[in-house]
């Protein structure tokens, strides 16, 4: 039980979880001071618009490119910036290979970030922008005031499922309070700094890594519930947040989001291994096909998916080209409150990343 469901669990809180916390709570911090500075020198500078936009978007997480759309809505950036961004987005699963491997994250980011560039610059010269003509009609119109309620978990909710085992703590506190131990062990563990087995037998023979990692998952869980199911926090008003508080608490859901996936990736492949001893090299994801099923995958809205597919790349599965096809192609939560504004543009924008994703993923399996 306890390598089957138990260390899995751990794993993706003490593995990726806690390594996501802490840098997402760091960028959140960062576009809470710096955020409109950002945006303000972007519409001021409209040729640097897919630079900016590629910028924004290889960002870790979701928020850069989702602080774009309303932009674009009201006519103050082109579509190739809006392109831009969601091909060098990662979305959220880009916590995952940074908590992963920080130097794999790096290289992957850099070509994400010089894709974006690209075909960003592409789309402009190409003259492609579907609304083009209704922004001339809508430019100084301001954005649509119920959209930024698309996010924000209920934490009164969080922090009611926690009950007795946390009580009249708020849940984003009982999170970084629980976060900041984990981090301190899972540090020396990870980076095979100690050995587990002394650190355990200096605690009584409780091995704190796999306690705080279950428990760590636990919470996540429960705030991820708590959210009521929704697939991501990420929203126009969480990409600005207006204090240090909103951004902890957005930092929270995030973690415990991303988290939750993780764990769900990590748990079903230790289950599906374990029972039936398929390591992933049966998996028909490999060559010209894998790239292709990559960037199809990329088309599904939202980060849940894409943080399962990236879970089973951190866990062996999957090839190269065909996470990197996965990368180009998904446009994360960004593509949501676009949709919302820009229905035919979002579906233009999806679509046109993929070719790019397609082409990459492919020339990869050249190069390799």
Same mark, same amino acid.
């Given at each position: 039980m306890t390598e089957l469901v138990l260390r899995p669990l751990a794993d993706a809180f003490m593995q990726v979880?806690?390594?996501?916390?802490?840098?997402?709570?760091?960028?959140?911090?960062l576009r809470w001071r710096y955020g409109d500075r950002v945006t303000d020198g972007l519409t001021s500078r409209p040729r640097l618009g897919p630079l900016v936009g590629a910028l924004l978007g290889v960002s870790p997480g979701c928020g850069g490119a989702i602080i774009l759309m309303p932009l674009y809505?009201?006519?103050?950036?082109? &579509?190739?910036? %809006?392109?831009?961004?969601?091909?060098?987005?990662?979305?959220?699963?880009?916590? %995952?290979?940074?908590?992963?491997?920080?130097? &794999?994250?790096?290289?992957i980011h850099a070509l994400l970030f010089a894709v974006g560039l690209v075909t960003g610059y592409v789309v402009d010269a190409l003259g492609i922008d579907p609304a083009r003509a209704v922004n001339r009609r809508v430019a100084a119109a301001p954005a649509p005031v119920g959209l930024a309620a698309v996010g924000g978990p209920d934490l009164a909710g969080a922090?009611?499922?926690?009950?007795?085992?946390l009580p009249r703590v708020?849940?984003?506190?009982? &999170?970084?309070?629980?976060?900041?131990?984990?981090?301190? %062990?899972?540090v020396p563990v990870v980076f095979q700094l100690v050995d587990p087995g002394a650190l355990s037998r200096s605690f009584g023979g409780v091995d704190p890594?796999?306690? !705080?990692?279950?428990?760590?998952s636990l919470t996540a869980a429960l705030i991820f519930a708590a959210g009521r199911g929704r697939l991501a926090d990420d929203s126009l008003e969480t990409a600005h947040p207006r204090s240090l508080r909103e951004t902890l608490r957005h930092s929270a859901h995030e973690a415990s989001f991303v988290t939750v996936w993780v764990a769900v990736a990590y748990l079903g492949w230790q289950v599906v291994t374990t029972t039936t001893g398929f390591d992933g090299s049966q998996l028909a994801l490999t060559g010209l096909v894998g790239v292709l099923v990559g960037a199809g995958i990329?088309?599904?809205?939202?980060?849940a998916v894409q943080i399962v597919f990236t879970g089973l790349y951190v866990s062996g599965g999957l090839p190269l080209p065909t996470l990197v096809a996965?990368?180009?192609?998904?446009?994360?939560?960004? !593509?949501?409150?676009?949709?919302?504004?820009?229905r035919h543009s979002a579906a233009l924008a999806t679509v046109v990343t993929t070719v790019p994703?397609? +082409?990459?993923? +492919?020339?990869?399996?050249?190069? !390799?």
């Open positions: 979880g806690v390594y996501v916390a802490v840098m997402v709570a760091l960028f959140g911090w809505a009201r006519g103050k950036v082109s &579509f190739g910036t %809006v392109v831009a961004a969601l091909a060098a987005t990662m979305g959220d699963s880009s916590w %995952v290979v940074l908590a992963w491997n920080p130097g &794999f994250a790096l290289k922090r009611r499922l926690l009950g007795g085992l708020p849940a984003s506190t009982a &999170f970084w309070g629980l976060t900041t131990p984990a981090f301190a %062990v899972s890594y796999l306690a !705080l990692g279950v428990l760590g990329g088309l599904i809205p939202g980060c996965n990368a180009i192609s998904q446009d994360g939560d960004a !593509l949501i409150p676009l949709a919302a504004l820009r994703a397609a +082409a990459v993923g +492919a020339a990869l399996l050249v190069l !390799l």
